[in-house]
């Protein structure tokens, strides 16, 4: 079974700095995808970004940028230039490719806090 | 593209009682997605259509829970007899299979329910 892993409880970042989001998961599958999604205190889960494993190129969406490590299984989230708006929890989530099994599986996510 | 709406936003019940949740998907999206998410985890996979057709279910979704989307478009999720083991955020999400987004889903704003 395929499971994901988020290290960081718990980060911290200055406004206008950089922060790195871990994420490592398991899965014997060579084709799947990866997301990050962002759940603000108000609780509505918003996709940030999101990479298809068969693609070697890492995912951008302005200030956010992915590391994706295939062999290593890892898929770390940087944000860059962090705003206040970015405080959050952040969920990294699989996703199979193909099939009838089309679910998210979740880390435990990250909560981020942005200091002023 | 008025996203996903679930209604209601909160339900307060007492043990015992039945409750049923509905969620409007986006209006071209062939799939709908349940969650369940916990205080500090992540969303846990509940069960899935597509279109009509109920194509998953996990072991998390016992006897006390059922799922319908009669005509592929809203659904209903009812939890008859209510533990307060079930207090949760109950989240929708729907996706598009087949589209070019990666079958990205995309959440509701969820139903939190407390049992008493």
């Known amino acids: 079974a395929q499971t994901v892993t988020q290290s960081q409880p718990e980060m911290s970042v200055q406004e206008a700095e950089t922060v790195t989001l871990s994420c490592t998961y398991d899965?014997?599958?060579?084709?799947?995808?990866l997301f990050w999604y962002k759940q603000p205190p108000s609780r509505q889960m918003i996709l940030v970004i999101r990479q298809e494993a068969y693609k070697q190129q890492n995912a951008t969406e302005n200030r956010f940028s992915v590391n994706f490590q295939k062999a290593a299984k890892s898929f770390s989230l940087k944000i860059s230039d962090s705003q206040l708006g970015d405080a959050a929890m952040y969920f990294c989530a699989y996703r199979t490719d193909g099939g009838s099994q089309g679910n998210l599986i979740f880390g435990k996510g990250t909560k981020l806090s942005v200091k002023p | 593209d008025t996203g996903v709406s679930q209604n209601p936003r909160h339900k307060i019940t007492k043990r015992g009682q039945n409750v049923t949740f509905r969620c409007d998907p986006i209006s071209e999206h062939n799939r709908l997605y349940w969650y369940r998410q916990t205080l500090g985890q992540g969303p846990e996979f509940l069960t899935y259509f597509q279109n009509e057709a109920q194509l998953e279910k996990s072991r998390l979704l016992s006897d006390r829970f059922s799922a319908e989307r009669p005509k592929g478009s809203f659904s209903t999720l009812e939890i008859q007899r209510t533990e307060q083991g079930d207090s949760a955020m109950y989240l929708c999400?729907?996706?598009?299979?087949?589209?070019?987004?990666?079958?990205?889903?995309?959440f509701g704003p969820g139903t939190r329910l407390t049992v008493l």
């Open positions: 899965t014997s599958e060579s084709d799947y995808y």
């Open positions: 999400a729907s996706s598009l299979n087949g589209g070019t987004l990666m079958d990205t889903q995309y």
